[in-house]
Each structure stands twice: as C-alpha cells, then as structure tokens.
C-alpha cells in the first residue's frame, strides 16, 4: 500500500499538472493580448488567487487532523482544478479569469495539506525526502508534458488559445477518478476525533519552527508568481511559442533536479540544500533583472528550474520531520497558509513595480529578499 499510494497520488499530480500547465503559461500573454490587461491587473490576479488558497492550506490540514481524514479533502480539492478551468474557456473579460483562478486554487489548497500528510504517512521517516522528491518528479514531469501539449496545440491552432482552455479539461477529471483507488492506513479512518475549534497556536511552537516559518515568509515576499518571469521573456521579444519553450525547459530541469536532490538530502542534511537553494533563487533572480539578451533566458530558465527542484520538496520533507506527528498536516498547512499570505503583496508588488519602475524592479527586489532568507536560515536552522 505504502508505494501504491506514493504512486497513485503522484499520477494524480502528474494528471492534474499536464491540465494546468497546458494554460497556466498562455494566460499572461491571453491576458495582455487579448483582455487587454496588463502587468498591475496580472499581479493582483494571481496575488488575490493564490493568496486566498493558501489560507484555505493550515484550516484543510486541521479539519483532516481532527477528523483523521486526508483523502476526502483530496478528491475535492483536486475536483476543483477541472471547475475552474470551465471559467477560463468561458472567461470573455479578465474578471472570469480571476474567478477561474480562484477557484483552481481554493481546490490546491484544500487538498495540499492533507495530501502532503498521507504521503508522509505512507513513507516510512528515513524515507520522506525521496518520497516527496519523487512526487514532486511525477507532478513537475506533467507539468512538462502539459507544457509540450500547449505548444503543439498552440501552433495547430495558429494561436488561438479558447480550444486549449477546454481541452484541459479533460486530464484535470482524469485525475480525481484516479485519486479513487489511494487508500489511507486504519488508524487515520477508524478514529475520528470529535470536532473541535481551531485555534492558532503561534506560542506553542517550536522556537526553530517558528524563525523557519518566518524567514519562509521574508522569501515568499519577493517570490512573486511565475507568470512574471514568462511575462520577462514576453517583454524582451520573445513570441508565444517561444514563451511556451522557456517554461518547457524549466519544467523539465524541474523534474531532473526533484528527485535525485531530495535523495541527497535524506544523506546530507535538508538544510544545507534549502539554504543553498534559496541564495541561488536570490542569484537567478538578480539574473532576471540584468538580462535583456534573448538567448540567455534559456539559460535562466533551465537554474531556476534547478532552483524550484532543489528546493521544492525538501521544504516540504522538512516541515514534516521538524512537526509533531499529532498536528503535522495543520503544520504543513500552516506554512503553506503563511507563504500564501506573503503571494499576495508579492504579486501585487511586482505588479506594480513592473508598471512603475520598469520590468526589471521585480526582480531585484525578489532577488535581494531571497539572498536574506538564505542567510536567515543558515542560522536558525545550525545543528539541524
């Protein structure tokens, strides 16, 4: 059971991100050339969508741990990424836009929290970096081939973007009837706790919890969103197809980098490779402020792909192993709930700042914030 449901929820992952990736990379150049929006009305999109899902992550993960459930949370969280979508190929003004990002995103962060913690409890302790590696691999690869999809449907469709909004319905369902077949262990079935207040319990945690929570938070506000660096690229010259290539590139360093360093932090430690990968985002960022040079955002693309499969699930492994066992998926929510209160005010900044200051702002402020949280970590986590 332990690595049918790793791979089971990684199908999922992979299933549910071939649906999002064949739209998540057109929507800046949807947005700006055919809704005529623009970088300001981009970040408070994404600032408002991923801001209020993240929230949805530490009160998801504490119903789950209350009622001993993960796998419910799960099928509706990932239900919610096909919905969505219906308001992206119905969207006729960037109003449907925001909605439909909304909604994808109230179901990422109904269902990550939960998710996350029935991995952890499918994978014995010593073993939870490689599993949340391979995960990660599973979901970046779909992101990959979402990616690839888009592309070629792009150019047989000379462009036009509604038929891709639809088609990408149909992985996105494929997804949840897979979900179907991940069983929990007993223990987290059989006994319900009886439902109880949330309360937010900031005092109680640990002191190195707590510092590791908070320099997350300092990062995340210079982590805007992705549509940003394709909205770079987009503003340098490069045409849709050529957009579509540089996020296929990250996405496939992604998923080569995933897997093989979260097995290398299972032997040398995650905080060492978390620390060096957030002073390497500080540095691809800075590099996304200077160059203006066509052929070097590939090479910008393809780090910061290493950056995000370094890092990703090895933050995640870590959190796990830093909870305690009776609260880890309100932990984990916890956390995600905290990087999603910093999106917002990261994507409307950036936003703005691009509007402003010029495109290169948001980079050098992401960039500066990054090489800070680095070096925040490196302390608090000493000994780790």
Not at 58 to 78: C, E, L, M, Q
């Amino acid at each position: 059971m332990i690595m049918l449901n790793i791979i089971l929820l990684g199908i999922t992952s992979l299933l549910t991100d071939i649906s999002s990736e064949m739209v998540y990379p057109i929507l800046p150049v949807y947005l700006v050339t055919r809704l005529g929006a623009g970088p300001a009305v981009l970040g408070v999109i994404e600032g408002i969508a991923e801001s209020l899902a993240s929230l949805l992550k530490v009160f998801s993960g504490h119903f789950s741990d209350t009622f001993r459930r993960r796998k419910p949370f799960a099928v509706i969280g990932y239900a919610c990424s096909g919905v969505g979508k219906v308001f992206l190929y119905a969207a006729s003004g960037w109003g449907h836009i925001l909605a439909g990002r909304i909604i994808d995103r109230f179901g990422k962060g109904i269902r990550t929290a939960p998710r996350d913690a029935l991995i952890a409890e499918s994978t014995p302790a010593g073993k939870r970096g490689a599993a949340f590696g391979l995960h990660r691999s599973m979901d970046t690869l779909g992101a990959a081939i979402g990616v690839t999809v888009a592309y070629f449907l792009v150019t047989a469709y000379k462009g036009e973007m509604k038929e891709i909004f639809l088609i990408s319905l149909v992985p996105a369902f494929l997804a949840v009837t897979v979900l179907f077949f991940v069983r929990e262990k007993r223990e987290h079935k059989s006994k319900p706790l009886a439902p109880k207040r949330f309360c937010f319990q900031w005092a109680g945690l640990d002191r190195r919890l707590k510092f590791f929570l908070i320099f997350t938070f300092i990062f995340t506000l210079g982590n805007s969103s992705n549509q940003f660096l394709l909205l770079r690229a987009k503003d340098a010259g490069a045409g849709i197809q050529a957009v579509l290539l540089f996020y296929l590139v990250y996405n496939i360093t992604y998923t080569l980098f995933a897997y093989p360093a979260a097995r290398l932090s299972d032997r040398i430690g995650k905080k060492n490779l978390l620390v060096a990968g957030y002073l390497f985002y500080g540095l691809v960022y800075l590099g996304f402020a200077l160059n203006t040079r066509m052929e070097a955002f590939w090479l910008l693309f393809v780090l910061y792909g290493a950056y995000m499969g370094i890092t990703e699930g090895i933050e995640k492994a870590l959190i796990a192993d830093i909870a305690p066992a009776d609260s880890r998926a309100t932990i984990i929510g916890m956390h995600a709930s905290l990087v999603g209160l910093g999106l917002f005010p990261a994507s409307v900044c950036a936003g703005f700042l691009w509007k402003f200051l010029g495109g290169a702002a948001p980079f050098y402020f992401g960039g500066i914030l990054g090489i800070v949280a680095s070096i925040g970590l490196a302390f608090i986590l000493k000994g780790l």
